[in-house]
């Protein structure tokens, strides 16, 4: 079991750049796959970033790829999540997830533990 607790989000300008972070419980941290989803209102759950356990192995949606960087400090069992260049369609409720099964999945069914998320507001 592992609880994951996001946090970084706000309100940004277009153009501007966030770091979101996500710190997790438990000493198994280092074992697990972590992603990155993010849901706007009225859509479905969509991926945005996935990293292995060393953070060596990394895939992101096409969306944000150039922009965003997923990694992770295994010694604070925390997973970032970097934004840059932030646009309106950026904006979401973002959430972090975990996989023991070390899928670096794109998938929502591919995680078993999810933070509560931490919404994210980009302004035109």
């Known amino acids: 079991q592992v609880q994951l607790v996001e946090s970084g989000g706000g309100l940004v300008q277009a153009g501007g750049s966030l770091r979101l972070s996500c710190a997790a419980s438990g000493r198994t941290f280092s074992s697990y796959s972590m992603g990155w989803f993010r849901q706007a209102p009225g859509k479905e759950r969509e991926f945005v970033a996935a990293g292995g356990q060393s953070g060596g192995i990394t895939r992101y949606a096409a969306s944000v790829r150039g922009r965003f960087t997923i990694s992770r400090d295994n010694a604070k069992n925390t997973v970032y999540l970097q934004m840059n260049s932030l646009n309106p369609e950026d904006s979401a409720v973002y959430y972090c997830?975990?996989?023991?099964?070390?899928?670096?999945?794109?998938?929502?069914?591919?995680?078993?533990?999810w933070g509560q998320g931490t919404q994210v507001t980009v302004s035109s």
């Open positions: 997830a975990a996989d023991p099964a070390r899928r670096v999945g794109a998938r929502v069914v591919e995680y078993d533990y």
